[in-house]
T-cell receptor
Framework: GIQVEQSPPDLILQEGANSTLRCNFS?????LQWFHQNPWGQLINLFY???GTKQNGRLSATTVATERYSLLYISSSQTTDSGVYFC??????????????FGSGTRLQVQP | KAGVTQTPRYLIKTRGQQVTLSCSPI?????VSWYQQTPGQGLQFLFE???????NKGNFPGRFSGRQFSNSRSEMNVSTLELGDSALYLC?????????????FGPGTRLTVT
């Protein structure tokens, strides 16, 4: 199956700093999503980005499908950005079957 | 529009028992998928239901099963619980169709097996 690797596994930042999280995947995909898992376990959708670049406030993401990687940028980090960030992908199969493969996540801690 | 809902939110069971978890998708979504999250294995796909049929299945033993009703609500069942089944169980819903539309997750059910 498809492999998803996220880096770094852990990241500690001071409030106000910028960061870049990376997601590498081993095969072509037709879905790539970034999630933030809150302390209660819910996965919050950040971006649906199988290709291209998107921005939402202080967050932005870029997926270069031909080179099989995606980047999540967090600017001017805040303590509320703390948590685990997951990248998840799906391969296209033409059948409509769904199954996300998740990376192991990046645990971000933003210190005041 | 209401999000994905899951019940119950927390559950404590004893080894050997069985458990049923429920998931109601976003209105209009017909695909419902289930995932298990554990500290050791991370987030893993269990199965997907669409139009009351299991359309895709992950690599889990037959003790894990599910079903989907005509209103797209889904249940998953785990029989003969083992300590290793302690996990956060998440369900996700998405629009139907062949395209890989965005998936939305519920708050999860945290199962503890003692």
């Amino acid at each position: 199956g498809i492999q998803v690797e996220q880096s770094p596994p852990d990241l500690i930042l001071q409030e106000g700093a910028n960061s870049t999280l990376r997601c590498n995947f081993s095969d072509s995909v037709n879905n790539l999503q970034w999630f933030h898992q809150n302390p209660w376990g819910q996965l919050i959708n950040l971006f649906y980005i199988p290709s291209g670049t998107k921005q939402n406030g202080r967050l932005s993401a870029t997926t270069v499908a031909t080179e099989r990687y995606s980047l999540l940028y967090i600017s001017s980090s805040q303590t509320t950005d703390s948590g685990v960030y997951f990248c998840a992908v799906e391969r296209g199969n033409g059948t409509g079957r769904r199954a996300l493969t998740f990376g192991s996540g990046t645990r971000l801690q933003v210190q005041p | 529009k209401a999000g994905v809902t899951q019940t119950p939110r927390y559950l404590i069971k004893t080894r050997g028992q069985q458990v049923t978890l429920s998931c109601s998708p976003i209105s209009g979504h017909r695909s419902v998928s289930w995932y298990q999250q554990t500290p050791g294995q991370g987030l893993q796909f269990l199965f997907e239901y669409f139009s009351e049929t299991q359309r895709n299945k992950g690599n889990f033993p037959g003790r894990f099963s599910g079903r989907q009703f005509s209103n797209s609500r889904s249940e998953m069942n785990v029989s003969t619980l083992e300590l290793g089944d302690s996990a956060l169980y998440l369900c996700a819903s998405s629009s139907p169709g062949l395209a890989a539309y965005e998936q939305y997750f519920g708050p999860g059910t945290r199962l503890t097996v003692t």
